[in-house]
């Protein structure tokens, strides 16, 4: 079956650099995977005591593997997706030692070494620990465990994320083999009212309206593309595409436009929800099995140090609502770039 684990994400996510890594202090080399994942079964990304999580089972795998203890083992991810979301295009990254790295790719990998960071030997590193994980827990699959420079930061890093958000509407046609990653609405959708309404919530705005509220958060984000299509089983998919999202974002995000879509609300109420800047009832928040991540972008190598410095710094607020959405031409850094980021830090 054809699942977001199974499916390799498209490589235009990552941007090309050097066929070498550099040496972080104390000589650890840093580790780049890409990977897929069902979330069904997982209570998100983030390990939690007595849960089973993506990191957690990850970061198992990879102490099988190197010989280590878990503890020691310690990922950094590019979107913290919640429970019951998938992935196909996640990013993480690690840090090992010389000599574990060369335990995972079964080669001495010296710093500069021209195979280091080549498809062959990235693939073999992802072929070893999904070796472990078809043991205990299949449901993750990597595609790619790379080299790449030590200023490369799965989440800092990060110019752009890209999700999928599946549904179908009443009266559509129930797909059995892809109804676990598709919601069900149980009324009639109009696809191009949600077309317009889709546009009318692009560009830069404070989506506080649809976001989960955090202290200390801000909810200013560069929504890029918000686009539907019909997919060839009959649902329809949504695009969004932004610089970074806060927590519940996305499925808040559908949930609005589901409702223009089934007459709920009117377009011109969900511009003002969006100027009202504080959460609502009048729209449902979308359940978590329909979302997957598709893709998370970065700037090439040379440029990475300088992203994840920007998207540390804290995004100024924007003017009064009642403007209208604010247009920018590209995402300038500023918002904390995971989906559901500690509260300590101050650009959420």
């Known amino acids: 079956m054809d699942t977001p684990a199974s499916r390799p994400a498209p490589v235009p996510g990552s ?16 580790l780049r995977l890409d990977l897929g994942y069902d979330g069904t079964d997982f209570h998100g990304w983030a390990g939690q005591p007595g849960l089973r999580t993506v990191q957690g089972e990850l970061e198992a795998a990879i102490a099988v593997l190197l010989r280590v203890p878990a503890e020691s083992v310690s990922l950094t991810v590019g979107g913290r997706t919640d429970a019951g979301v998938h992935a196909r295009g996640q990013v993480a990254h690690v840090d090992v030692s010389e000599s574990q790295l060369e335990k995972w790719s079964g080669r001495r990998a010296r710093a500069g070494d021209p195979d280091a960071g080549s498809a062959e030997a990235a693939r073999l590193r992802a072929r070893r ?7 205990s827990a299949a449901d993750i699959v990597v595609h790619s ?4 420079p030590a200023a490369f930061d799965a989440r800092f890093s990060a110019l752009r994320r890209r999700y999928e958000y599946r549904l179908r509407g009443e009266g559509s046609r129930r797909d059995p083999l892809t109804a676990r990653f598709t919601a069900d609405v149980p009324r009639e959708l109009d696809l191009h009212r949600m077309r317009r309404a889709s546009e009318r919530l692009l560009g830069l705005n404070d989506f506080t309206s649809f976001c989960k509220a955090r202290d200390g958060a801000t909810a200013v984000r560069t929504l890029l593309d918000f686009s539907w299509r019909v997919t060839d089983d009959g649902a329809y998919a949504a695009r969004i595409e932004a610089d970074a999202f806060c927590h519940s974002m996305v499925r ?8 223009v879509g089934s007459g709920r609300i009117a377009e011109t109420e969900l511009d003002e929800l969006l100027h009202a800047r504080r959460r609502t009832s009048r729209f449902t928040v979308m359940p978590a099995h329909g979302l997957s991540l598709e893709e998370i972008a970065y700037p090439p190598y040379t440029e990475l140090a300088e992203r994840a410095e920007r998207t540390r710094a804290r995004r100024a607020p924007l003017a009064p609502s009642g403007a209208g959405p604010q247009s920018a031409p590209a995402p300038q850094g500023g918002p904390d770039p995971q989906s559901d980021p500690p509260a300590a830090i101050p650009n959420l």
């Open 252 to 259: 808040a995000l559908v949930g609005g436009v589901v409702a």
């Open 145 to 148: 465990v790379r080299e790449v």
């Open 129 to 135: 620990v999904n070796g472990v994980l078809k043991r």
């Open 15 to 30: 941007a090309p650099g050097p066929p070498g890594a550099t040496t972080r202090e104390g000589g650890a080399r840093r």
